[in-house]
């Protein structure tokens, strides 16, 4: 039944079950609809870089809560503790909740990627996470070998 629209308009196409199809997949958006296999691609491409960068971003929280908690054991256990220390590392504890709820957001809008139940899309995003967490690790652990 046409109701006064396009009649050669694409809707979304929502499957529940693991699939490959890429025609009329939409992402999370309706204005991140798919048509082709170019669109795909680049779709693929932007997919395993968001998995990238939540894996650099996971890792860059996890340090920074490392060095935070260091820091607070050693002023601790050298009872340097003072009202000015204290303050000076108020601001931190906040900084460490705003990382992780960006990160929470980053990790649920991922997992709504992978909710298209689409075997590339998933396959992207595991990539793009694997190449973010060797990377992450080769800056922080200097071994020889692991990451040349």
């Known amino acids: ?85 204290k303050s000076l590392k108020s601001g931190r504890p906040f900084r460490l909740c705003a990382l992780y709820a960006v990160q929470l957001v980053f990790s649920y809008f991922l997992m709504l990627v992978a909710m298209t139940y689409n075997a590339y899309v998933i396959l992207a995003i595991a990539i793009g996470a694997a190449f973010g967490y060797r990377r992450s690790h080769c800056d922080t652990v200097q071994t020889v070998g692991l990451c040349h």
């Open 1 to 85: 039944m046409n109701h006064g629209g396009n009649s050669t308009m694409r809707h979304c196409s929502m499957k529940m079950t693991f699939n490959t199809d890429y025609d009329n997949l939409c992402i999370v958006f309706k204005s991140w609809h798919i048509g082709n296999l170019s669109q795909f691609l680049l779709s693929l491409l932007a997919i395993a870089i968001l998995g990238y960068l939540f894996e650099r971003l996971r890792s860059f929280t996890s340090l920074k809560e490392t060095e935070f908690q260091r820091g607070y054991a050693g002023q601790q256990s050298e009872g340097l503790l003072t009202h000015h220390s």
